[in-house]
C-alpha cells in the first residue's frame, strides 16, 4: 500500500517535472531551430548568388561598374516583402533581371528567400569566399584602373579616344609586367621612353606586339587583341609624352583568393599539367627553368604577372599558352599553389634529373608533346543545392523524447492508481 502511493506520487513528480523542464527548454529549443535553419538559408543564399548574381554585384556584393552594392547597411534593414519583390520582378528598364519562375525566371521561392535571407543577415566576406571556391569570381571591369577624370584628359587630346582605349587596354594587358605609366618592372622594359619613341617604327611596334618576341615572356596579343586594339596601344607608345603625368596609375595589387579547395585544385592541376617540364615542387628539370626558387619570385612579384606568363606562354619555346587549355579560374588556382612555395623557395633549385637526357631546357625549342585535355577535366564541381525540405532528425527526437517521457509517467502512475483501487 505504502509502495503503491509513493510509486504514484513519484509518477506525478516525473510528470510534472517532465512538463516543467519540456516548457522552460521550449523557447530555447525553437530559437536554435530557427538559428540552424537561418544558417542553412543563408548558405544556400550564398551558393545561390555565387551562380546568378556575382557577375553583376560582385564576389563579395560589393557592386561592379554600373551595378549597385548589395552589401550595404540600408539594404540590410530594407524588409522582406521589397527585396524578395525586387529580386523576383527585377527592376524595369534596367540590367536588373526578373528572377522568379512566376516571372520568367530560373529561381523558385526558396530560393529568393534564401537570397533575402543572404542580404539581410549573411556575412559577405564567407560569400566572397564560397563565390571564389566556385570559381565564379567576376573579373574586375579595366576601366575602374583610370579614373574618370583623367580619361576625359586624354580624350581631349588629338586622337583622344584611341588613346583613351589604349590606355585602358594598356591597364588591363600590359601594366602587370611593363610598370605603372609604362616605367618598366623587373619583368619587362619601359614602354614610355624616348628612345623607344625616337628609334621605333609604328610597323615595328605593331609587328612586335602582334606577335611577341621568341623565347621571352612577351608573347603576341594576335589571339586576345584586334588589330584596332593593337594599332591603338602603338599610337599610345608612340605618343605617351602627350599624356597627363601618372595617367595609368598603379592599379590596386589584386591577390588571388585563397582558400583550402583552391589550393588543392591548383595543386592538382600542377600536377597533372606542369610538373613533368617543372618538376614535382617546381624545382625545375631538364625540359623547363625552377618556378620554387627565390630569383622567379623576385622577378614575377604579382599573381596577375604570373597569371599573364601562364596563360600566354612564352613564344617560341616549350612553355605553351596555357590560356587555349585551362579556364582563368584554373590558371589562377595554379598561381596561388605556386605562390605557396615563395616562404620557403632556396636560393639556388635543384632541377630534378631525368628527362631523357636531352638538351637542357634553354635550348630545346621542339615542339612540346602535350596530351590533349578533356574540356573542363578538373573544373571545380558545383555542389548541388542543399535540399531546405530535408527531415532533421534531431528535431524529431527533441521533440519525440518529452512525448516518450510524458507516456510512461501516465502510464506508471494509471498503474499506480489501479493498484492502490484493488488493494482497497
Ligand atoms: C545583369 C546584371 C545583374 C544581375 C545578374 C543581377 N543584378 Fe541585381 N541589380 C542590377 C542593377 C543594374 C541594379 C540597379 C537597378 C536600379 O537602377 O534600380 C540591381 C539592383 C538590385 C537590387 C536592389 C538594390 C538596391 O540598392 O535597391 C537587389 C536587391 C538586387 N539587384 C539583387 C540581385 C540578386 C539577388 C541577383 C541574383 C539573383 C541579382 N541582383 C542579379 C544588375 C544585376
Ligand atoms: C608577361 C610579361 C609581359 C606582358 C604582359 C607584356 N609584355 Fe611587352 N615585353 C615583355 C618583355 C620581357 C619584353 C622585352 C623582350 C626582350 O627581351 O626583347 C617586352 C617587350 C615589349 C615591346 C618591345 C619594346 C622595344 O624595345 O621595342 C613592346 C612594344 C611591348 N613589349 C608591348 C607590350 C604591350 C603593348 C603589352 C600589352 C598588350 C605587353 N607588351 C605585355 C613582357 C611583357
Ligand atoms: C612542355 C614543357 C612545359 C610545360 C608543360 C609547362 N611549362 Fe612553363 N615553361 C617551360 C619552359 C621551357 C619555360 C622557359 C621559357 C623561356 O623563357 O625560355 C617555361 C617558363 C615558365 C614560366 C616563366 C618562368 C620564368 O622564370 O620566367 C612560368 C611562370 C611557367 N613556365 C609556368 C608554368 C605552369 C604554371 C605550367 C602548367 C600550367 C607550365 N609552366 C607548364 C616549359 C613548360
Redesign the pocket.
Known amino acids: 500500500m505504502r509502495l503503491q502511493m509513493f510509486s504514484a506520487f513519484f509518477a506525478a513528480l516525473v510528470l510534472v517535472t517532465t512538463l516543467g523542464v519540456y516548457i522552460l527548454y521550449e523557447p530555447t529549443r525553437q530559437d536554435r531551430a530557427r538559428a540552424d535553419l537561418l544558417t542553412s538559408q543563408i548558405h544556400q543564399g550564398e551558393i545561390v548568388f555565387a551562380q546568378n548574381c556575382a557577375v553583376c554585384h560582385g564576389g563579395a556584393g560589393e557592386g561592379l561598374g554600373a551595378n549597385p552594392a548589395l552589401a550595404n547597411p540600408g539594404l540590410r534593414e530594407t524588409d522582406y516583402e521589397t527585396l524578395a519583390k525586387t529580386i523576383a520582378r527585377g527592376r524595369y528598364n534596367t540590367a536588373m533581371p526578373a528572377w522568379s519562375v512566376g516571372d520568367g525566371g530560373p529561381l523558385n521561392d526558396a530560393a529568393i528567400e534564401a537570397l533575402v535571407a543572404l542580404i539581410q543577415h549573411g556575412d559577405w566576406q564567407t560569400t566572397r569566399l564560397v563565390v571564389a571556391d566556385l570559381g565564379l569570381t567576376p573579373r574586375a571591369p579595366i576601366s575602374v584602373t583610370i579614373p574618370a577624370e583623367t580619361l576625359a584628359q586624354i580624350t581631349a587630346l588629338p586622337d583622344g579616344a584611341k588613346l583613351a582605349n589604349a590606355a585602358q ?2 591597364a588591363a ?2 601594366i ?3 610598370g605603372a605609366n609604362g616605367k618598366a618592372t623587373a ?3 619601359a ?1 614610355n621612353d624616348a628612345k ?1 619613341r625616337a628609334e ?1 617604327t609604328a610597323d615595328q ?1 605593331n609587328k ?2 602582334t606577335q611577341g ?1 621568341a623565347a ?3 608573347a603576341g ?1 594576335n589571339q586576345r ?1 584586334t588589330p584596332a586594339q593593337i594599332a591603338d ?1 602603338v599610337l599610345l ?1 608612340q605618343r605617351w609624352d602627350k599624356l597627363p603625368a601618372n595617367a595609368i596609375p598603379e592599379p590596386p595589387p589584386q591577390p588571388i583568393i585563397v582558400t583550402p579547395k583552391i589550393l588543392e585544385t591548383g595543386k592538382n592541376l600542377y600536377a597533372q599539367n606542369c610538373s613533368w617540364c617543372h618538376g614535382t615542387e617546381g624545382q625545375g628539370t631538364r625540359r623547363a627553368p625552377a618556378l620554387n626558387v627565390q630569383s622567379f619570385f623576385q622577378k614575377v612579384t604579382s599573381d596577375a ?1 604570373m597569371t ?2 601562364v596563360t ?1 606562354g612564352v613564344p617560341k619555346t616549350a612553355m605553351p599558352a596555357w590560356g587555349e587549355r585551362l579556364g582563368v579560374s584554373e590558371i589562377e588556382a595554379i598561381v596561388a599553389f605556386a605562390r605557396q612555395w615563395q616562404a620557403t623557395a632556396p636560393a639556388v633549385a635543384m632541377p630534378q634529373t631525368g628527362g631523357g637526357g636531352g638538351p637542357p631546357w634553354q635550348r630545346n625549342n621542339a615542339a612540346p608533346n602535350l596530351q590533349p585535355l578533356a574540356p573542363n577535366q578538373t573544373g571545380a564541381a558545383t555542389p548541388g543545392a542543399p535540399n531546405l525540405g530535408q527531415i532533421d532528425w534531431r528535431q524529431i527526437v527533441l521533440l519525440g523524447a518529452p512525448g516518450i517521457a510524458l507516456l510512461i509517467a501516465l502510464g506508471a502512475s494509471t498503474w499506480a492508481l489501479w493498484r492502490l483501487r484493488d488493494s482497497e
Do not use: E, G, Q
Open positions: 587596354l594598356y594587358n600590359c602587370a609586367c611593363h619583368l619587362a622594359p614602354l623607344i621605333r611596334l612586335t606586339i618576341i621571352t615572356l612577351m596579343w587583341l596601344l607608345i604577372a599573364l606568363i600566354n
